[in-house]
């Protein structure tokens, strides 16, 4: 892996290169369930404080009192070499708390949304998000039982995707599937800057 | 496992929020970071054989944070093990990162993407897993 860039400190010590991927849908779409799926390590969880004022400014005065709130957040980690990882990112799945996505999606390499069929205006905002700052993305039809109620197409024209978003069908709960999805995502990110990687 | 709520009624405040914290205690009351730029995935990598002993005013969660990025950690893993919010952790990495304790690797940016031998060596990977 002679090829890829890996970045050392001051120390000469070498840290890997860590990609953010986002995972995010509805609520009960299944993002927790893929993380988890995917994640090397249990699925961890962090968690960002919200605090009604404060956070943007430096006047700390009366801080102490005031009441704050967190949201959390599960990541998971994908160690693909000694030089590379990928965080998963779970989004939060409330539209109030979207002010956290920003961060998470500054500097992301993309996300998967994923759509339960059952359910499928519910990954409509995800979508739009992602058109809108553009962050490559896939949708993942997560067919939940096995089922698939709907086709491919349907779901599609259903989403108003354009035609090279990549829609994949698959299992949240299964890292094969999942890992397909990711593999899906990194290709789609890869095409958009037209040097594809897929020899498939 | 929220019980009384203090004060008055809050807009966030209800059973999808989470508990009620008061996290920014052990800032002593400092919601903003005094570095920039401690993203959720930037590596922290603590000085070798940090003399902490000349600093008696950090806190055991700063000196926690020196050992566990002896060995380079994202920030939002070393959220996760000192079960802190990230916010907070930011604030203590600035005091860490001000006095040298700590050094700050950053993650590439979307306006620098990953070349693509990286991308492949991560399509490669997870066919590999």
């Known amino acids: 892996m002679d090829s890829v860039r890996y970045d050392a400190d001051r120390r000469g010590r070498r840290v890997p290169i860590a990609l953010k991927i986002l995972i995010a849908g509805g609520f009960g779409a299944g993002k927790t369930t893929l993380v988890s799926a995917l994640s090397e390590v249990r699925p961890l969880q962090t968690e960002e404080i919200l605090t009604g004022a404060g956070v943007d400014t430096d006047d700390i005065s009366g801080v102490e009192t005031k009441s704050t709130t967190t949201v959390a957040m599960d990541f998971g980690r994908i160690t693909i070499n000694d030089d590379l990882q990928l965080y998963l990112f779970g989004t939060p799945g409330q539209d109030r708390f979207w002010f956290l996505w920003d961060e998470l999606a500054f500097g992301a390499l993309g996300a998967v949304v994923l759509a339960d069929t059952r359910r499928l205006a519910d990954c409509f905002p995800s979508i739009d998000y992602f058109e809108q700052r553009g962050v490559p993305f896939v949708v993942g039809v997560n067919c939940f039982d096995g089922s698939q109620r709907f086709s491919l197409e349907a779901v599609r024209q259903a989403l108003d995707l354009d035609p090279d978003v990549p829609m994949v069908l698959c299992d949240a709960r299964d890292r094969q599937s999942g890992k397909s999805v990711l593999i899906s995502l990194v290709e789609h990110v890869a095409r958009q800057r037209g040097e594809a990687v897929s020899a498939v | ?129």
């Open chain 2, 1 to 129: 496992m929220r019980t009384d709520l203090p004060g008055e009624r809050h807009e966030w405040l209800d059973d999808d929020a989470g508990p009620v914290v008061r996290p920014y205690t052990l800032t002593g009351g400092r919601v903003r970071s005094c570095a920039d730029g401690f993203d959720l995935v930037a590596y922290v990598l603590a000085k070798p054989n940090p003399d902490l002993a000349a600093y008696p005013e950090l806190h055991p969660e700063h000196r926690l944070l020196v050992e566990l990025a002896g060995r380079g950690t994202p920030v939002v893993e070393l959220a996760a093990d000192l079960d802190l919010a990230v916010g907070v952790v930011r604030v203590l990495l600035g005091d860490l990162l001000s006095r040298g304790l700590v050094a700050v690797q950053q993650p590439p940016r979307a306006t620098y993407l990953p070349d693509n031998d990286i991308l492949k060596a991560v399509v490669d990977g997870l066919r590999a897993l």
